[in-house]
Nanobody, 120 residues
């Protein structure tokens, strides 16, 4: 089994920063792409940023220049550094990972989410 656990969410004022972490654990052979998504009530979950195993990144237009995704392959951890936060960034942020387990099965894994609230 594979687990993803997010941390680092919380309340921050507009213009502030937060860093989210996503730790993967379990029967992992290889982690391929990792990504961060977010969702607000009544809306679809949307991609915020993704990163391949080789470090190639992709960002939603709404966060380009403000958010940075990174990963530590040795620790099976992904990060999302969020700067210049805006109230519209308020959402539950979910970590996603494309994982090959030790039985060489591919799986699409999700964390339970961490709430980010941007408000004064």
């Amino acid at each position: 089994q594979v687990q993803l656990v997010e941390s680092g969410g919380g309340l921050v004022q507009p213009g502030g920063s937060l860093r989210l972490s996503c730790a993967a654990s379990g029967s992992i052979f290889r982690i391929n792409a990792m990504g961060w998504y977010r969702q607000v009530p009544g809306k679809q979950r949307e991609l915020v940023a993704s990163i391949t195993s080789s470090g190639r990144t992709n960002y939603a237009d709404s966060v380009k220049g403000r958010f940075t995704i990174s990963r530590d392959n040795a620790k099976n951890v992904a990060y999302l550094q969020m700067n210049s936060l805006k109230p519209e960034d308020t959402a539950v942020y979910y970590c996603n990972a494309q994982i090959t387990d030790t039985y060489f099965r591919g799986m699409d894994s999700w964390g339970k989410g961490t709430l980010v609230t941007v408000s004064s």
